[in-house]
């Protein structure tokens, strides 16, 4: 007999995914930040945005083992006080200290983007055990993921840009909304239970198979497509302000929105478009990204950056649901949680490299490292490379079903 719904425990899912892609609000205000600190070089700056992904890609390669030997809920509200604690810091000592303290305060929101996808993941499968339910489930779940950035990227680029950026530390005042959502995930989410541990424990007995190789395929692509969408997310702030002119930090960080809102709307739709595409649907997704950075680079234009957002966002946030319901295809269930841990350490690492790897690329190619364009038109023809790649990984015969 198939086990029902667990519905409180997706109570907690949902107030969960709410907070995960807070970081988003970072994005928006990133010029203001930069003002503060002018001594410092832009590059070095940005590195708020990529540090937590230092953090992040160690604790995604273990977050599978932690859950396993924790529980789901534990390793949750940890990876949700972390990051509440990260954006405190940002607000009592922003503006007020070294760059140094908020290097830490990036560090430590590195559990919440190192764990998200892992912890998502095993969310929806111990709350939905129907495979096919659980596949709609996961795109709803990036839907709320999408939906809690644009909500944070919008008012805090609008609380950030009064007094012209003087105060943008004001902007994490929305952070605690997630002393509200460590409340709900603690009344709500599953325990731990010992037929758990020893469902867990037999499935390790019963394989003796070694993780898939073309995990890591999938993992090692999905690297090189964050590095180069992550592109978009370390320059739009400067992007709009500075390069071409175009507004405020409210603007930046409302393209920083539409990307959410363009993966609100794949996320509501993935059960409905991914069983028409079917092995086509990453290609597709991944060549709508390339698109969406190619407007950026060859039409400077603020409601043409919105579309390409939307675009990118639709692409981001319809590969995260694909790939995790291929990994649990191609994988049993003692290795797919460790399966899920290197396609997030990869994803994460995409994220930690990118602002290294598109500034060494855009002074050699472009003269300048802190070139905004050149970035930009690396990360278009990069993502073009990563849609053309994706079709002999995915587009193979080899998976079940097709």
Known sequence: MEQAMNKKGLIGTFAFATTASATNMTSGILAYIMLTYSEVSPTNVSMVLTIPAIVGTFFAFVSGN??????????????QATAFLSGMIYL???????????????????????GQAVIMGQLFKECIPNDDTRASFL???????????????????????????????RAYLLYFWMVICLL?????????????????????????????????????????????LYAFSLNVSEYVITTHQLGTSAQSGLAISFLTVGGIISGLTFGFYSKILKKKTMVILLTICALGLGFVVFVPNIYVLYVAATMMGMAMMGANPYVVMELSRITDAASYPKAMSIYAGFMN??????????????????G?????????????????????????????KNRKGE
């Open 66 to 79: 932690l859950i396993n030997k924790f529980g789901i809920k534990k390793v949750t509200l940890f990876t």
């Open 92 to 114: 009592l000592l922003g503006n007020k200290t070294s760059i140094v303290i908020l290097y830490l305060a990036a560090n430590l929101f590195g559990f919440m983007l190192g």
């Open 139 to 169: 795109g709803y779940g990036n839907s709320v993921v999408s939906l809690g950035g644009v909500i944070m990227a919008t008012l805090g680029g609008i609380i950030a840009a009064a007094n012209n950026g003087a105060h943008w530390e």
């Open 184 to 228: 709900i995930e603690w009344i709500t989410l599953p325990n731990k239970t010992d037929n758990a541990k020893e469902e867990i424990v037999q499935s390790q007995e019963k394989t003796t198979s070694s993780i898939p190789i073309k995990v890591w395929f999938i993992s090692l692509h999905y690297f090189f497509f964050f590095l180069f």
């Open 349 to 366: 690492a995409g994220m930690m490299f990118a602002v290294y790897i598109l500034a060494f690329l855009s002074r050699m190619l472009f």
């Open 368 to 396: 300048s490292a802190d070139s905004v364009m050149g970035k930009m038109t690396i990360a278009f023809i990069g993502t073009c490379l990563v849609a053309i790649t994706a079709i002999p990984l995915y587009m193979g």
